[in-house]
């Protein structure tokens, strides 16, 4: 039962370079996310979709890019690298419907510098 | 947006003893639900106890249980019982009826279990 599965677990880019962070899940939900986590500021949204073809924008959008083809893949990607965006990424998916929480992949790791 | 406040950056507790973690939120929904997270040093986000801000009933999770209060828009985490294990950070956590997809976190509180 592997869940969310997101890879890379840690990256290291140079500034400018792009880069796309995998995530997948196996649980046939409708509803995936991804989030950063920064020091002192708990999770934030970056993206989310709601079913395949379907995509909007978070809190934290600028400089990311998303898909979503097929109902297990949710790849993040990052147009041009900056130190900004320094930081821990995590996917999530959830079922559709009220109160269903969401599950957590274990992160990547990503530092640009 | 929702905003979710933790006002406590870091707890410790020891073993065995009782910790209770705020949360206080802001939002002008009826219908929501609240989150506790809690991440170990593995990083892994595991849920540990939700509210339905429907139900006057406290939710209890063996060791945890929480104190929500929705008029004051408070959602306190209590462990008891407090073990080694225990030691992470905990977020509190918030969402609208419609949109399960988008959590609003705060930033997390650091709980220490000493021996």
């Known amino acids: 039962n592997a869940g969310v599965t997101q890879t890379p677990k840690f990256q290291v880019l140079k500034t400018g370079q792009s880069m796309t962070l995998q995530c997948a899940q196996d649980m046939n939900h409708e509803y995936m996310s991804w989030y950063r986590q920064d020091p002192g500021m708990g999770l934030r949204l970056i993206h989310y979709s709601v079913g395949a073809g379907i995509t909007d924008q978070g809190e934290v959008p600028n400089g990311y890019n998303v898909s979503r083809s097929t109902t297990e893949d949710f790849p993040l990607r990052l147009l041009s690298a900056a130190p900004s965006q320094t930081s821990v990424y995590f996917c999530a998916s959830s079922r559709g419907g009220e109160n269903q929480p969401q599950h957590f992949g274990d992160g990547t790791r990503l530092s640009i510098l | 947006a929702q905003t979710v406040t933790q006002s406590q950056p870091e707890m410790s507790v020891q073993e065995a003893e009782t910790v209770t973690l705020s949360c206080t939120y802001d939002t002008s929904e009826n219908n929501y639900y609240l989150f506790w997270y809690k991440q170990p040093p593995s990083r892994q986000m595991i849920l540990v106890i939700r509210?339905?801000?429907?139900?006057?009933q406290n939710a209890t999770e063996n060791r945890f249980s929480v104190n929500f209060q929705k008029a004051a828009k408070s959602f306190s985490l209590k462990i008891s019982d407090s073990q080694l294990g225990d030691t992470a950070m905990y977020f509190c956590?918030?969402?609208?009826?419609?949109?399960?997809?988008?959590?609003?976190f705060g930033a997390g509180t650091t709980v220490t279990v000493r021996a």
């Open positions: 509210q339905e801000a429907y139900k006057q």
């Open positions: 956590a918030f969402t609208e009826r419609d949109d399960a997809y988008k959590l609003s």
